[in-house]
């Protein structure tokens, strides 16, 4: 079965300041691999998703994610944080053909200081 | 202009009640979801629908009924509400079904039974 553990609950940084959100997971094969944002109050934002290839994967405010295998693991980085990127951070697991069914993290909640 | 919508964002029933969330999306999309968030931010997949034929159904009580009158609108209709099942429900939409498909969150629907 798959699973996703993001070992921090909550990360507190610094304006400015770099971030990395942890993200470990199990699943049998290559897994595809997701990273979510969710502001107060709203719904889930994709920022990247890994699926094969290059295993540094850009997305979207900046933030970069690496795959590495050998670690199971898929940490998501900011160099430099702004305010705004106060938020929960999800991540997830999902397999490939057909119907899948992803599995999420617990989520990390982000909080930025000034 | 809002891609995924729902109504209504907070729902307070007793227990015992029917009660019903309602889901559109303007994206022109062919799959649509609904996921349940519990208190602890655990995020399930709970159905899935490619126009309009349920494709995903995980382990839900049959308390839950979801309906595609249309691919553009998917709704949830919940019976004998339960202390359980409060918790924020959203619901998203993806071009396709795979896993490789962006899925577009709703802004959520916060239920809180009583």
């Known amino acids: 079965a798959q699973s996703v553990t993001q070992p921090d609950i909550h990360i507190t940084v610094s304006e400015g300041a770099s971030l990395e959100l942890r993200c470990n997971y199990s699943?049998?094969?290559?897994?595809?691999l997701f990273w979510y944002v969710q502001s107060p109050g709203q719904g889930l934002q994709l920022l990247l998703k890994?699926?094969?290839?290059?295993?540094l994967v850009q997305g979207i405010k900046g933030f970069e994610a690496e795959f590495k295998r050998s670690q199971s693991s898929f940490n998501l980085r900011k160099p430099s944080v702004h305010w705004s990127d106060a938020a929960e951070y999800f991540c997830a697991v999902g397999g490939g053909g057909g119907s899948y069914i992803p599995t999420f993290g617990r989520g990390t909640s982000l909080i930025v200081h000034p | 202009d809002t891609a995924v919508s729902q109504t209504p964002k907070y729902l307070v029933t007793q227990m015992g009640n029917d009660k019903s969330i309602k889901c559109e999306q303007n994206l022109g999309h062919d799959t649509m979801y609904w996921y349940k968030q519990d208190s602890k931010k655990f995020l399930k997949i709970m159905f899935s629908?490619?126009?309009?034929?349920?494709?995903i159904n995980e382990t839900v009580p049959n308390r839950f009924s979801p309906k595609s009158p249309d691919k553009a609108h998917l709704n949830l209709h919940i019976n004998s509400l339960e202390l359980g099942d409060s918790a924020v429900y959203f619901c998203a939409s993806s071009d396709g079904g795979m896993p490789t498909d962006t899925q577009y969150f709703g802004p959520g629907t916060r239920l809180t039974v009583l």
């Open positions: 629908y490619n126009n309009k034929e349920l494709i």
């Open positions: 699943y049998g094969a290559t897994p595809y």
């Open positions: 890994y699926f094969s290839g290059d295993t």
